[in-house]
């Protein structure tokens, strides 16, 4: 805990250097798993031993990351001893009054900025933040950085343990990295808007992955189609896997279905239900995709032909001969 310093004489209140990181999300994400890709500033104008460093991260109002007491130095690598955070959290405007005037900035804060930064800090720590934050609208745009910051900052209230690299979509339960999970306000969702305290916000927000969150969220039910099909195991890629429709004929008037390839009458064995238009690999569920190898001026998937186009524009699968 930070003790009070406004009744301290000058001489005993430390330099305090405010770090606001332009990368909010990868500060946000090293403090928060501890990890050594935390930047602090350096050089011969930047922060010595027994100076104070405060990271903020995010926009305005800016979420206090870190205080850290600068300590032994590696060469241009300083080694803080003590880190505050991210435990509970601290909104960096509601500081003092004036600390808005600092947004997005960095460098040496005046000695009576200084001591009410520091007792701004203590004070918010122990007593909790009084204010709120906008969420930002899940629905329609994306949530504000700072309510990701608060839910990566936060984690440890939420699930007891630190961040780590990989932590498991809130939906799908598989692991993913964290610098691309996506923060889902589940608080809006569920009705729960208006102001809300900080430790609700971050109790509501459930960081999920890219393609949960987008199911998550009104839309069409091509892009949730295209979304559930399965990923091709040859390339990856998602979203964009066609069905493969075998025994249906095709005349001139017929409306063909949308994000499909016909196989057309022969159906091989065994029998590949998708079809990848990003590597041209044709694959049966559960299975492993089978893709054209070699020097060949048209690729073609294996065992099942090539994909024309007709004049209409849509995909039809065309049996080898």
């Given at each position: 805990?930070?003790?009070?310093?406004?009744?301290?004489?000058?001489w005993l209140?430390?330099?305090?250097?405010?770090?606001?990181?332009?990368?909010?999300l990868?500060?946000?994400?090293?403090?928060?798993?501890?990890s050594?890709?935390?930047?602090l500033?350096?050089g011969?104008?930047?922060?010595?031993?027994?100076?104070?460093?405060?990271?903020?991260v995010?926009?305005?109002?800016?979420?206090?990351?870190?205080?850290?007491?600068?300590g032994?130095s590696?060469g241009?690598?300083?080694?803080?001893d003590?880190?505050?955070?991210?435990?509970?959290?601290v909104?960096w405007?509601?500081l003092?009054?004036?600390?808005?005037?600092?947004?997005r900035?960095?460098?040496?804060l005046?000695q009576e900025?200084?001591?009410?930064v520091?007792?701004?800090?203590a004070?918010?720590?122990?007593?909790?933040?009084?204010?709120?934050?906008d969420?930002?609208?899940?629905e329609?745009?994306?949530?504000?950085?700072?309510?990701?910051?608060?839910?990566?900052l936060?984690?440890?209230?939420?699930?007891?343990t630190?961040?780590?690299r990989?932590?498991r979509?809130?939906?799908c339960?598989?692991?993913?990295d964290?610098?691309?999970?996506?923060?889902?306000d589940?608080?809006?969702?569920?009705?729960?808007?208006g102001?809300?305290?900080?430790?609700?916000?971050?109790?509501?927000?459930?960081?999920?992955?890219?393609?949960?969150?987008?199911?998550?969220?009104?839309?069409a039910?091509?892009?949730?189609?295209?979304?559930?099909?399965?990923?091709?195991p040859?390339?990856?890629q998602?979203?964009?896997?066609?069905?493969i429709?075998?025994g249906?004929?095709i005349?001139?008037?017929m409306?063909l279905?949308?994000?499909?390839?016909?196989?057309g009458?022969?159906?091989?064995?065994?029998?590949p239900?998708w079809?990848c238009p990003?590597?041209?690999?044709n694959?049966?569920?559960?299975?492993v995709?089978?893709?054209?190898l070699?020097?060949?001026?048209?690729a073609?998937?294996v065992?099942v032909?090539?994909?024309?186009?007709p004049?209409?524009?849509?995909?039809?699968?065309?049996?080898?001969?």
């Open positions: 805990m930070l003790p009070n310093v406004s009744s301290l004489p000058a209140v430390p330099s305090v250097y405010l770090n606001w990181s332009e990368d909010w990868g500060e946000a994400d090293a403090i928060a798993s501890r050594h890709e935390h930047r500033p350096g011969a104008d930047g922060p010595q031993r027994g100076d104070v460093v405060v990271t903020v995010g926009s305005e109002p800016g979420i206090v990351a870190a205080v850290e007491l600068m032994a590696q241009e690598d300083w080694v803080s003590e880190v505050f955070g991210p435990d509970k959290p909104v405007d509601d003092f009054n004036g600390a808005a005037a600092y947004a900035s960095s460098g040496w005046p900025h200084a001591r009410l520091l007792d701004g800090i004070h918010q720590y122990k007593h909790g933040a009084t204010g709120t934050l969420a930002g609208n899940c329609t745009d994306e949530l504000s950085p700072n309510l990701h910051v608060l839910r990566l936060g984690h440890k209230q939420v699930s007891g630190d961040l780590r990989e932590e979509c809130a939906s339960e598989r692991f993913v964290v610098m691309q999970l996506r923060p889902h589940d608080g809006a969702h569920t009705g729960q808007t102001e809300r305290p900080l430790a609700e916000l971050i109790e509501q927000t459930f960081l999920v992955c890219g393609p949960c969150h987008a199911l998550l969220h009104p839309h039910v091509l892009s949730q189609r295209a979304q559930m099909r399965p990923a091709c040859s390339c990856g998602r979203g964009a896997t066609k069905r429709v075998w249906q004929g005349h001139d008037n409306k279905e949308p994000d499909v390839v016909y196989g009458f022969d159906t091989p064995v065994p029998t239900d079809y990003e590597c041209y690999a694959f049966s569920s559960g299975a995709a089978q893709r054209a070699g020097d060949m001026p048209d073609v998937p065992g032909g090539a994909v024309g186009t004049a209409n524009g849509e995909d039809l699968w065309t049996p080898e001969v």
